[in-house]
């Protein structure tokens, strides 16, 4: 048996058994297990188990100790549907995590200066803003499109870099004055999206030091972290207080926990010790279909917080 079989087997099996021990903890004390962090499904992932409605969903993730949810796709859902995931998540008591305001992968929207395609990044962000405040979301995701690799026209990266700043601070007098949050998320070029403008913590930390604002964070994506820089740990700790949000999934593959290279208990032990209360979204799919896969999934997030 190879190891991704063998974890995948061990998931289910400590899925089961940890089902069981949920039963008879609800049985007699009435309570239900939960988690040490804010960790966040998305809809889709437990579909199996819980059906399509989302609001039976949110319900299975919170029957399971899921304190939060994200939906980076909330803003192009319908308005009857934005209030029924807010009306369910209220009455469970659950935090919204991110959804994404904007995110112009493959174009250079925020490197060059163009008034138009500017108005509507900033018309992005004003949507964005009205459906936060509708389903009491808090942080809105961000992505500033792509560098300017080429072509006589090219701009050097300096002033690449000073445009997407000016942006920024345009989008943040937009987002602060709601009491928001717009993360930027670094993204990987080797497996998902290259030439993306923005790649490494570094960079999304510099740049947030010059916009200048609590509306204005790091997004951690662990998973696509670990393929640009690796040592987690670390560069977490350096950018410690520009990080206003996570999200995992393991490499490679992009699943959950347990089925690649990334050392999750830790992770999430020392993010847990630095005092983190907000969300860590899972931005990721399931190794394996149908209930078992979700009963691996939850397996893996019993497991990772076992610290």
Known sequence: ??????????????????SAQMGQAQDNSGEKKGFQLKYAPHFGMFKNSAGDGLADQLKFAHDQGFTAWEDNGMPKRSVEDQNIVAK????????????????SIGKLTFVRKDQAVWDAVLADIKHGIEVAKRVNAKWMTVVPGNVDEGGRDRIAMGYQTA????????????????????VLEPLNWYANHGGVFLQRSDQAYAICKAVNSPACKILFDIYHQQITEGNLIPNIDACWDEIGYFQSGDNPGRKEPG?????YRNV????????????????????????EGEQAVIAAYRDADNF
Request: with cysteine; charged share 20%.
């Open 1 to 18: 048996m190879d190891r991704r079989s063998f974890l995948t087997t061990a998931a289910v099996a400590a899925a089961a058994s940890t």
């Open 88 to 103: 369910t998540m209220d009455k469970l008591g659950m935090t919204m995590g991110v959804l994404v305001a904007h995110g």
């Open 163 to 182: 445009n997407v700043i000016e942006l920024l601070r345009r989008c943040v007098d937009l987002v602060e004055p709601e009491g928001l949050v717009m």
């Open 259 to 263: 089925t690649g290279e990334i050392n």
């Open 268 to 291: 999430f032990k020392h993010i847990h010790e630095k005092g983190f209360d907000g969300v860590i979204g899972m931005e990721h799919g399931n190794s394996m279909k149908g209930v």
